[in-house]
């Protein structure tokens, strides 16, 4: 992708060449001895690999759906072990694969299912949470599940009021 824009860019502001005295413009691109349709065609081909590659991507992905999108965990004491489940479905036609599963802060520990999961199977996604001391009051943690989907990434929340 990153190949397009610096093309781009050099067609851009190479293509911008003085007016010689016949009043013409002259092309101003040298880009590692192409000329300015080599430059074009190149272009092209770089969007065609980007376009198919997007496409193969698409092909391979499936769609999930959560049992719920935010887990309150209710009133928490500090330095407590707190856990919930996410339940996923794959919703979709391909094998859902979850990436990785991250969360916002050292205190929420989130694990993904180890292996894929089958059409219209499912799995959780279990959080833990154990807020440290001093940490008081209304707790919002994000956690990020990356997966074969559209979009890539989802993401679900957890909450708590630690007294």
């Keep these: 992708m990153k190949r397009i824009?610096?093309?781009?860019?050099?067609?851009?502001?190479?293509s911008c060449g003085s007016p010689e005295k016949s009043g013409k413009i002259q092309s101003g691109v040298a880009a590692g001895g192409?000329?300015?349709?080599?430059?074009k065609?190149?272009?092209?081909?770089v969007a065609k690999e980007e376009a198919e590659r997007a496409q193969a991507e698409k092909m391979n992905s499936t769609t999930l759906k959560f049992d719920k999108m935010i887990h309150d965990y209710g009133d928490v004491k500090p330095d407590s072990e707190n856990t919930c489940q996410f339940k996923v479905t794959n919703t979709g036609k391909k094998p859902l694969v979850i990436e990785n599963v991250s969360a916002s802060c050292g205190c929420t520990t989130p694990h993904k299912p180890e292996g894929p999961i089958a059409p219209g199977a499912s799995d959780y996604i279990e959080v833990g949470f154990h807020p440290k001391p001093g940490q008081l009051n209304e707790i919002k943690k994000i956690v990020t599940v990356v997966a074969n989907t559209?979009?890539?990434i989802t993401e679900l929340q957890i909450r708590a009021f630690v007294k």
């Design 5 to 14: 824009y610096i093309l781009a860019a050099v067609v851009v502001f190479g």
């Design 150 to 152: 559209e979009p890539k």
């Design 34 to 39: 192409q000329n300015e349709a080599e430059l």
């Design 41 to 45: 065609e190149s272009i092209r081909e």
